[in-house]
């Protein structure tokens, strides 16, 4: 039996991050990484199985930019815990034969609107969290430095209007963005799609044909962008050296979530400011763990915060989020053991 990661090749180190925990728990070596939209082995080149040959994998992340043709291949024995389904591809997404394979396991939703959306269509899951709860599991808090330094990642810039000048000129940016180039260009495909032009072929085209004609130009983008490491194992070092760089912050700033959760696995306060906070679905069960707001509350707050002396208010959740997931890998570890030894 081989091991093997699923990997998002997007222009976000967050999705890199996912899958960090992941590596960890195969001891940093697997015989091939997945790709998380296509279902293609994208690395080692030309990764091939026998027809009989089984392949262990942990299957997390945001699914999927290929509603249509996502189905797993079936030399996969899959752990299925950390998903978030976007509700707007459901339909799309939840056809029978996918229903009907994926009835086959029992799946820990990433947040509550896609445990909800998984048992509407009667298939069993439980609310898991995110497997990023367990960075801490494989990497300790780097001791913050004596000055109070704030580490501020892609935060809104309305936001950065509502903290203090002081907390401003005394924090560092980052941002998630692996190359702000492709960045730029990626942003463009949305006004594309609104065009009239666009929205005339909409009409005449099959929207199957316009949907997977979208994601290859995606693709492309991403795979011509000099900026934007071709390997998934040199995005996974780019995702370590952020965590690193997380967990020496003395507090973070954000609109990220998976900068804001394994933040928090880290013991670092985050401040998460998101507009759409209560009606994004990704933040459902999981926005609690760290002090989140709304621009409109926060725009309420946010000069008056002691952001010194800030903690998390779900440090409890947290850990009982983090053991939980920690259980459910080592039991399908257990599982798998005997077929990864032959």
Same mark, same amino acid.
């Given at each position: 039996?081989?091991?093997?990661?699923?990997?998002?090749?997007?222009?976000?180190?967050?999705?890199?991050?996912?899958?960090?925990?992941?590596?960890?728990?195969? $001891?940093?070596?697997?015989?091939?990484?997945?790709?998380?939209?296509?279902?293609?082995?994208?690395?080692? @080149?030309?990764?091939?199985?026998?027809?009989?040959?089984?392949? =262990?994998?942990?299957?997390?992340?945001?699914?999927?930019?290929?509603?249509?043709?996502?189905?797993?291949?079936? &030399?996969?024995?899959?752990?299925?815990?950390?998903?978030?389904?976007?509700?707007?591809?459901?339909?799309?997404?939840?056809?029978?034969?996918?229903?009907?394979?994926?009835?086959?396991?029992?799946?820990?939703? /990433?947040?509550?609107?896609?445990?909800? @959306?998984?048992?509407?269509?009667?298939?069993?899951?439980?609310?898991? $969290?995110?497997?990023?709860?367990?960075?801490?599991?494989?990497?300790?808090?780097?001791?913050?430095?004596?000055?109070?330094?704030?580490?501020?990642?892609?935060?809104?810039?309305?936001?950065?209007?509502?903290?203090?000048?002081?907390?401003? &000129?005394?924090?560092?940016?980052?941002?998630?963005?692996?190359?702000?180039?492709?960045?730029?260009?990626?942003?463009?495909?949305?006004?594309?799609?609104?065009? /009239?032009?666009?929205?005339?072929?909409?009409?005449?085209?099959? /929207?199957?044909?316009?949907?997977?004609?979208?994601?290859?130009?995606?693709?492309?983008?991403?795979?011509?962008?000099?900026?934007?490491?071709?390997?998934?194992?040199?995005?996974?070092?780019?995702? *370590?050296?952020?965590?690193?760089?997380?967990?020496?912050?003395?507090?973070?700033?954000?609109?990220?979530?998976?900068?804001?959760?394994?933040?928090?696995?880290?013991?670092?306060?985050?401040?998460?400011?998101?507009?759409?906070?209560?009606?994004?679905?990704?933040?459902?069960? @999981?926005?609690?763990?760290?002090?989140?707001?709304?621009?409109?509350?926060?725009?309420?707050?946010?000069?008056?915060?002691?952001?010194?002396?800030?903690?998390?208010?779900?440090?409890? *959740?947290?850990?009982?989020?983090?053991?939980?997931?920690?259980? /459910?890998?080592?039991?399908?570890?257990?599982?798998?053991?005997?077929?990864? =030894?032959?």
């Amino acid at each position: 039996m081989k091991k093997a990661l699923v990997k998002a090749r997007t222009n976000n180190l967050g999705d890199d991050i996912q899958a960090w925990p992941a590596w960890q728990f195969w $001891g940093r070596n697997v015989d091939a990484v997945l790709e998380r939209d296509t279902l293609e082995w994208w690395y080692p @080149l030309g990764f091939d199985l026998k027809p009989e040959e089984k392949v =262990a994998i942990i299957f997390n992340g945001w699914l999927t930019h290929n509603p249509r043709g996502w189905f797993p291949p079936q &030399n996969l024995s899959p752990l299925f815990v950390s998903l978030h389904i976007a509700p707007e591809i459901a339909p799309k997404f939840f056809r029978p034969e996918l229903v009907e394979y994926l009835s086959q396991f029992e799946i820990g939703a /990433r947040d509550l609107a896609t445990l909800d @959306l998984l048992k509407s269509y009667g298939l069993k899951a439980y609310f898991s $969290g995110c497997l990023t709860l367990t960075v801490s599991h494989w990497l300790s808090r780097t001791a913050p430095p004596k000055e109070f330094r704030p580490l501020v990642v892609d935060l809104d810039e309305e936001a950065m209007h509502y903290v203090p000048l002081e907390i401003r &000129n005394a924090s560092i940016n980052s941002t998630q963005e692996i190359s702000n180039q492709t960045s730029a260009v990626l942003k463009l495909i949305p006004k594309i799609t609104q065009m /009239r032009w666009t929205k005339a072929l909409k009409t005449i085209l099959p /929207r199957s044909f316009l949907d997977s004609s979208s994601y290859f130009v995606f693709r492309k983008i991403l795979d011509m962008s000099p900026g934007v490491p071709k390997s998934p194992l040199s995005r996974l070092v780019l995702a *370590e050296e952020r965590l690193r760089l997380l967990s020496g912050a003395s507090l973070i700033l954000t609109s990220r979530l998976h900068v804001a959760l394994p933040a928090a696995s880290l013991g670092v306060p985050v401040i998460l400011v998101h507009p759409r906070l209560h009606e994004d679905p990704r933040f459902s069960g @999981l926005s609690g763990l760290v002090n989140s707001y709304t621009l409109e509350e926060f725009r309420e707050v946010g000069h008056d915060l002691s952001y010194d002396k800030l903690t998390n208010p779900g440090l409890g *959740e947290i850990d009982s989020l983090k053991e939980a997931i920690l259980a /459910r890998l080592n039991e399908y570890r257990s599982s798998v053991s005997p077929l990864l =030894a032959s």
